[in-house]
């Protein structure tokens, strides 16, 4: 999911000018209208930061090598993304129940 956060926030330009280029198409669909709105990038920027530290633990506790520390810093790398994030408490406990 991160990659296609990322992807999406790579073409942000392009896709922003896209509901502007065909604004007198009618045939455009209203949900394509979102990408020229502010709190759609900005939400994804926010989510695309959210689930960066599950993506760093899960690629780093694919390697065969790993070790319980390994796994104990993932969760910890985890907790700190988390615990900086609006939301925080929801984000912690989710990861807390683990």
């Not at 502010?38 to 065969?64: M, N, T």
Request: net charge negative; proline share 4%; glycine share 4%.
């Amino acid at each position: 999911m991160h990659k296609y956060f990322a992807s999406l926030l790579r073409v942000r330009s392009a896709l922003e000018d896209f509901p502007y280029s065909y604004r007198s198409d009618t045939e455009i669909p209203d949900k394509l209208r979102v990408l020229d709105k502010q709190p759609f990038w900005s939400g994804l920027e926010v989510a695309q930061k959210v689930i960066r530290p599950l993506c760093i633990a899960s690629y780093h506790l694919q390697r065969d090598e790993n070790t319980l520390a390994d796994a104990l810093r993932s969760f910890g790398d985890i907790y700190t993304g988390f615990a900086n994030r609006d939301r925080a408490d929801t984000l912690v406990m989710c990861v807390e129940e683990r």
